[in-house]
Nanobody, 116 residues
Framework: QVHLVESGGGLVQPGGSLRLSCAASATINNINAMGWYRQAPGKQRELVAAVTSGGITHHADSVKGRFTISRDFSKGMVYLQMDTLKPEDTAVYYC??????????WGQGTLVTVSS
């Protein structure tokens, strides 16, 4: 069983920045990709950004140019730098890991609130 622990969420004003971190208990050889999803109240969970073991990244159109995903799979870590935050970015952010067997694992989530 892979355990994921997110950190870095909180309350921030519009235009501000936050950096989310996710620590996985998986070894680098077992990581296919890691990413971040978010779920706002009353909405479906959506992909925010993802990065593969080969370093290929994907960012949702809604966050391109504002959010940046990065990884250090040797430490089982993935990060999400969030800049120029908007109220519509308010959501619970979940870390996701897809292992070599293509099973998906999820963290408990961290709340990001963008409000003045």
């Amino acid at each position: 069983q892979v355990h994921l622990v997110e950190s870095g969420g909180g309350l921030v004003q519009p235009g501000g920045s936050l950096r989310l971190s996710c620590a996985a208990s998986a070894t680098i050889n077992n990581i296919n990709a890691m990413g971040w999803y978010r779920q706002a109240p009353g909405k479906q969970r959506e992909l925010v950004a993802a990065v593969t073991s080969g370093g290929i990244t994907h960012h949702a159109d809604s966050v391109k140019g504002r959010f940046t995903i990065s990884r250090d799979f040797s430490k089982g870590m993935v990060y999400l730098q969030m800049d120029t935050l908007k109220p519509e970015d308010t959501a619970v952010y979940y870390c996701n890991l897809r292992d070599r067997a293509n099973f998906e694992h999820w963290g408990q989530g961290t709340l990001v609130t963008v409000s003045s």
